[in-house]
């Protein structure tokens, strides 16, 4: 088991391996040194300078609406205290002690609110369940919840303030009103390239060591000896030759946590979000002030289900102009062998960067998302979309992290991962838990986060699919360039596969 003097190796400087590192170090561990290929101090998981991993993305929601898993909303609120602290530090901070490219004007956490949006006029069962969870264990978050259509809560959101009256209506006639949900003035977003700059910031202050980049930070294997009936991992070797030693080694590669331990195989998968871009010109003054989060939520709509169903949603525009839309109601899968165990297939990330890039988007999400994104903006058809990005997510078979020791590695190897399209926004707060995990101290994640495989027979959130499923890459259309455009658009009638995601 792992103590403050143990050697510890992270392999991953995305989300959980930043919170895991620090977490750790201001626990007392004194010699934690954190491995990723991405060289994260140039590029400052900027996902337009080469970084492909989930974490490195422009903006995350933020909100703490759970429903009945009130451990995922607490969690949620103990983040949210921590990323406002943060802001607090940062408004606070002298430029030049800030890393670059940090400066005392970012807010990491903008509370700009969430407009949760269904199809038709009465409350899908979902958002019920999110408020009465809400009032009955965090009532002050519930009273910044205002229901659409109603002109009690129409009040009530007016003594916030009149902006947040402009935002409760801002979608009053789409889909001729038939629509229903609520605005959440307690959520936002999150800016998740800067914040992980920051985490890695006072991470290095605590302690840990990094090193990023091909290929000194790029893991080549683990490495392993025989431990009685078990295995022992001693340690890394990466592509520069070189070995370092340590007494625990800890995967958080997201998607690529089965790459790296085949045996993940069965407890997570890379699962791929379709996100979207439009670029907004320097001279739409008025497009680039509607879209500003002063003045738009976070958006999430939901219609439908099964084939056509759509979940998704879009966000304020950023400094540079740009919005981003992204489409999760189906989460697609690219099954290659897998490069050590030639026997296993995996879903494997396909990005940008890959050794065979893509940059393009399948068409079945795509024009989805061109019906709702046109009715509900249909003075962004003129512009269409600009850019587009696979988003590769690490599912667990429930939707829950895996946080757990590895079997058969004699308690040397530990695996965090599963962010399943919802871990973002518990970066500030994450790593706090983990070390209980680490430590074997049981706490209300323990028997939630604990290794897990699929179980044959059962709904895993699509890993019992396998290649078979119709979520596959290879079976899809890929979008053209000329598919960007909004071409004929019109609001959304019936537009309705797999396994339901979170935001």
């Known amino acids: 088991m792992a103590n403050p003097q143990s050697d510890v190796i992270i392999i991953g400087a995305g989300v959980f391996g930043l919170s895991t590192a620090l977490y750790l170090a201001r626990g007392g561990y004194k010699n934690i ?21 989930a974490s490195a993305d422009i903006n995350k929601i933020f909100r703490a609406t759970y429903g009945d898993q009130q ?38 956490l903008k509370m700009c609110g969430v407009y949760h949006l269904a199809d038709g006029d009465e ?27 109603n002109s009690y809560e129409e009040w009530r959101a007016n003594k916030l303030g009149p902006e947040w009256v402009k935002k409760y209506h801002l979608f009053d006639k789409f889909k001729g009103g038939a629509t229903n949900g609520f605005l959440d003035a307690g959520s936002g977003i999150t800016l998740a390239d800067k914040a992980c700059v920051y985490a890695r910031h006072l991470c290095e202050k605590a302690g840990v060591k990094f090193v990023l980049g091909r290929p000194n930070g790029e893991l080549q294997e683990l490495i392993t ?32 946590s089965s790459t ?18 439009i670029d907004i010109p320097e001279d739409r003054k008025d497009l680039r002030e509607k879209f500003h989060p002063d003045n738009i939520p976070v958006w999430r709509f939901i219609q439908g289900e099964g084939e056509g169903g759509y979940e998704g949603g879009g966000f304020p525009i950023t400094r540079e102009g740009r919005l981003k839309f992204g489409f999760r109601a ?28 893509i940059d393009t988007v399948p068409s079945y999400g795509l024009e989805l998302m061109k019906k709702v994104i046109g009715g509900l903006f249909p003075e962004l058809i003129e512009i269409g979309f600009t850019d587009s990005r696979l988003c590769w997510y690490t599912d667990s078979i429930d939707n829950e992290f895996v946080v757990d020791f590895v079997p058969g590695y004699s308690d040397s190897l530990f695996i965090c991962t599963g962010g399943s399209g919802h871990g973002f926004k518990f970066l500030p707060i994450l790593g706090k838990y983990v070390k209980n995990q680490l430590e074997r101290v049981p706490d209300q994640f323990t028997s939630l986060w604990k290794w897990r495989t699929v179980e044959e027979g059962k709904k895993c959130n699509g890993l019992e699919e396998g290649e078979a499923g ?12 000329e598919d960007f455009k909004f071409v004929n658009q019109e609001a959304p009638s019936k537009i309705a596969s797999g396994p339901r995601s979170r935001l």
Not at 330 to 355: A, E, L, V, W
Not at 470 to 481: G, N, W
Request: aromatic share 8%; net charge neutral.
């Open 33 to 53: 040194t954190v491995f990723d290929r991405c060289a994260f101090d140039q590029n400052y998981y900027n996902p337009a300078n080469g970084c492909d991993g």
């Open 71 to 108: 451990h995922n909303q607490d969690l949620a609120l103990e983040a949210r205290d921590i990323w406002l602290e943060w802001n607090r530090a940062i408004r606070e901070s002298d430029p030049a002690k800030l890393p670059k490219p940090l400066t005392p004007e970012d807010e990491l």
């Open 123 to 149: 409350m899908i069962p979902r958002y019920i369940d999110n408020l009465e969870a809400m009032e009955k264990t965090a009532p002050e978050f519930r009273d910044l919840q205002f229901l659409k259509g």
């Open 225 to 256: 000896e025989q431990s009685g009936s078990q295995k022992r991992v001693t340690g890394i070797r990466t592509r520069d030759g070189l070995t370092h030693s340590a007494g625990l080694v800890i995967v958080a590669c997201g998607p690529w």
């Open 260 to 277: 790296v331990l085949p045996e993940a195989h069965r407890s997570v998968e890379a699962t791929m979000g379709t996100v979207m871009f």
């Open 330 to 357: 189906r989460k697609f899968t690219n099954f290659q062998d897998h490069p050590t165990q030639k026997d296993i297939r995996i879903s494997t990330p396909r990005t940008k960067y890959s050794p065979q890039p």
């Open 470 to 481: 119709p979520r596959e890459m290879s079976k899809l259309r890929l979008a053209k360039p």
